[in-house]
């Protein structure tokens, strides 16, 4: 199992972005896809946003109504987009299944929002 994530950038307050999870070795209509966030001197990370095998979705209290988490199942792909970016949105994001009792983490992408 893989995830690559990607997408991330350097944004003014108020933009938008979209991360982007390529997904291997599973199948993301079967599965749930989590993006995580760790803010600058932070050691945990933060869940952001998921969305079940159902289509279900959820999303952290700081982002809803701002975020927006899909999928594309012909692609096995999972996005998450972000709209009225904030400075405290600024941190590495990770895309994250977990799978057969094992956790999977994309490499991270750095999204920056400046004031």
């Known amino acids: 199992v893989q995830l690559q994530a990607s997408g991330g950038g350097l944004v003014q307050a108020g933009g938008s972005l979209r991360l982007s999870c390529v997904v291997s070795?599973?199948?993301?209509?079967?599965?749930?896809i989590d993006w995580f966030r760790r803010a600058p001197g932070e050691q945990q990370r933060d869940l952001v946003a998921?969305?079940?095998?159902?289509?279900?979705?959820n999303y952290g209290d700081s982002v809803k109504g701002r975020f927006s988490i899909s999928r594309d199942r012909a692609k096995n792909m999972v996005y998450l987009q972000m709209d009225s970016l904030k400075p405290e949105d600024t941190a590495v994001y990770y895309c994250?299944?977990?799978?057969?009792?094992?956790?999977?983490w994309g490499q991270g992408t750095q999204v920056t929002v400046s004031s």
């Open positions: 070795g599973i199948n993301v209509t079967w599965s749930t």
């Open positions: 998921s969305i079940t095998s159902s289509g279900t979705t």
């Open positions: 994250h299944t977990r799978f057969a009792r094992n956790d999977y």
